[in-house]
Protein backbone atom coordinates (compact mmCIF):
# COMPACT_ATOMS: atom_id res chain seq x y z
CA UNK A 1 0.00 0.00 0.00
CA UNK A 2 1.09 3.37 -1.06
CA UNK A 3 -0.37 6.37 0.02
CA UNK A 4 0.58 9.88 -2.29
CA UNK A 5 0.27 13.79 -1.27
CA UNK A 6 1.32 15.93 -3.82
CA UNK A 7 1.97 19.48 -3.13
CA UNK A 8 3.46 22.46 -4.75
CA UNK A 9 0.82 23.77 -7.14
CA UNK A 10 0.08 27.56 -7.69
CA UNK A 11 -0.52 30.49 -10.23
CA UNK A 12 2.45 31.37 -11.91
CA UNK A 13 3.01 33.47 -15.38
CA UNK A 14 3.05 32.26 -18.51
CA UNK A 15 7.08 31.60 -18.99
CA UNK A 16 7.38 30.64 -15.18
CA UNK A 17 8.93 27.64 -13.57
CA UNK A 18 6.98 25.28 -10.61
CA UNK A 19 8.36 22.10 -9.20
CA UNK A 20 5.68 19.78 -8.09
CA UNK A 21 6.62 17.28 -5.22
CA UNK A 22 5.42 14.09 -4.63
CA UNK A 23 5.84 12.08 -1.19
CA UNK A 24 5.01 8.73 -0.74
CA UNK A 25 4.62 6.70 2.53
CA UNK A 26 4.46 3.17 2.81
CA UNK A 27 7.08 0.64 3.51
CA UNK A 28 8.90 0.32 0.37
CA UNK A 29 9.29 3.11 -2.96
CA UNK A 30 11.76 1.80 -4.82
CA UNK A 31 9.75 -0.89 -6.64
CA UNK A 32 7.11 1.25 -7.92
CA UNK A 33 7.02 3.30 -10.91
CA UNK A 34 5.95 6.79 -10.44
CA UNK A 35 3.66 8.79 -12.99
CA UNK A 36 2.75 12.14 -13.37
CA UNK A 37 -0.48 12.82 -14.99
CA UNK A 38 -2.97 16.30 -15.60
CA UNK A 39 -6.20 16.99 -16.11
CA UNK A 40 -7.69 20.21 -17.31
CA UNK A 41 -11.21 21.53 -17.00
CA UNK A 42 -13.66 19.53 -19.20
CA UNK A 43 -10.84 17.48 -20.72
CA UNK A 44 -9.46 13.59 -19.74
CA UNK A 45 -7.37 12.94 -17.67
CA UNK A 46 -3.39 12.41 -19.51
CA UNK A 47 -0.26 11.40 -18.86
CA UNK A 48 2.79 13.99 -18.31
CA UNK A 49 5.99 12.05 -17.58
CA UNK A 50 6.93 8.94 -16.02
CA UNK A 51 10.49 7.44 -14.49
CA UNK A 52 11.42 3.80 -13.57
CA UNK A 53 11.85 2.79 -10.16
CA UNK A 54 15.37 3.23 -10.15
CA UNK A 55 15.44 6.30 -12.29
CA UNK A 56 17.36 5.50 -15.56
CA UNK A 57 14.22 5.82 -17.44
CA UNK A 58 11.96 8.41 -17.99
CA UNK A 59 9.25 9.20 -20.19
CA UNK A 60 7.36 12.66 -20.82
CA UNK A 61 4.38 13.30 -23.11
CA UNK A 62 5.22 15.41 -26.09
CA UNK A 63 3.61 17.89 -25.23
CA UNK A 64 5.81 18.97 -22.35
CA UNK A 65 8.88 17.28 -23.81
CA UNK A 66 12.09 19.35 -23.51
CA UNK A 67 10.45 21.87 -20.42
CA UNK A 68 9.45 19.06 -18.00
CA UNK A 69 11.40 17.10 -15.99
CA UNK A 70 10.78 14.51 -13.82
CA UNK A 71 12.63 12.49 -11.08
CA UNK A 72 13.00 10.63 -8.12
CA UNK A 73 14.83 10.55 -4.67
CA UNK A 74 14.11 6.91 -3.59
CA UNK A 75 15.68 7.10 0.21
CA UNK A 76 13.56 10.47 0.80
CA UNK A 77 10.30 8.59 -0.88
CA UNK A 78 9.97 11.72 -3.39
CA UNK A 79 9.27 11.98 -6.91
CA UNK A 80 9.29 15.78 -8.09
CA UNK A 81 8.11 16.97 -11.52
CA UNK A 82 10.31 20.18 -12.86
CA UNK A 83 7.81 22.26 -14.98
CA UNK A 84 9.64 25.25 -16.56
CA UNK A 85 8.75 27.66 -19.80
CA UNK A 86 4.84 26.73 -18.73
CA UNK A 87 2.34 27.78 -20.84
CA UNK A 88 -1.72 28.63 -20.33
CA UNK A 89 -2.23 25.06 -21.48
CA UNK A 90 -0.27 23.86 -18.85
CA UNK A 91 -2.75 24.40 -16.57
CA UNK A 92 -4.56 21.80 -14.90
CA UNK A 93 -4.85 19.72 -11.71
CA UNK A 94 -1.33 17.60 -11.38
CA UNK A 95 -2.08 14.12 -10.43
CA UNK A 96 0.96 11.82 -8.94
CA UNK A 97 1.05 7.76 -9.66
CA UNK A 98 2.40 4.74 -8.81
CA UNK A 99 2.32 1.14 -9.12
CA UNK A 100 4.82 -1.89 -7.84
CA UNK A 101 6.48 -3.64 -10.71
CA UNK A 102 9.89 -5.40 -10.95
CA UNK A 103 10.80 -4.63 -14.63
CA UNK A 104 12.15 -1.05 -15.63
CA UNK A 105 9.56 -0.14 -17.94
CA UNK A 106 7.80 3.38 -17.86
CA UNK A 107 3.60 3.04 -18.06
CA UNK A 108 2.28 5.66 -19.57
CA UNK A 109 -1.44 4.91 -19.66
CA UNK A 110 -4.03 6.06 -16.81
CA UNK A 111 -4.92 2.22 -16.58
CA UNK A 112 -1.62 0.92 -15.76
CA UNK A 113 -1.27 2.64 -12.17
CA UNK A 114 -2.58 1.82 -8.92
CA UNK A 115 -2.74 4.67 -6.58
CA UNK A 116 -3.07 8.28 -6.77
CA UNK A 117 -2.68 10.99 -4.96
CA UNK A 118 -5.39 13.97 -4.52
CA UNK A 119 -3.67 16.22 -7.06
CA UNK A 120 -2.50 19.90 -7.02
CA UNK A 121 -3.38 22.79 -8.86
CA UNK A 122 -1.42 24.46 -11.36
CA UNK A 123 -2.52 27.70 -13.04
CA UNK A 124 -0.34 29.15 -15.67
CA UNK A 125 -1.55 32.86 -16.21
CA UNK A 126 -1.40 34.32 -20.12
Known amino acids: QVQLVESGGGLVQAGGSLRLSCSAS????????MGWFRQAPGKEREFVAG????????YQSDSVKGRFTISRDNPKKMVYLQMNSLKSEDTAVYYC???????????????????WGQGTQVTVSS
Open 97 to 115: AAVWTSTMVVFTTESEYEY
Open 51 to 58: ISWSGERE
Open 26 to 33: GRTFSNYV
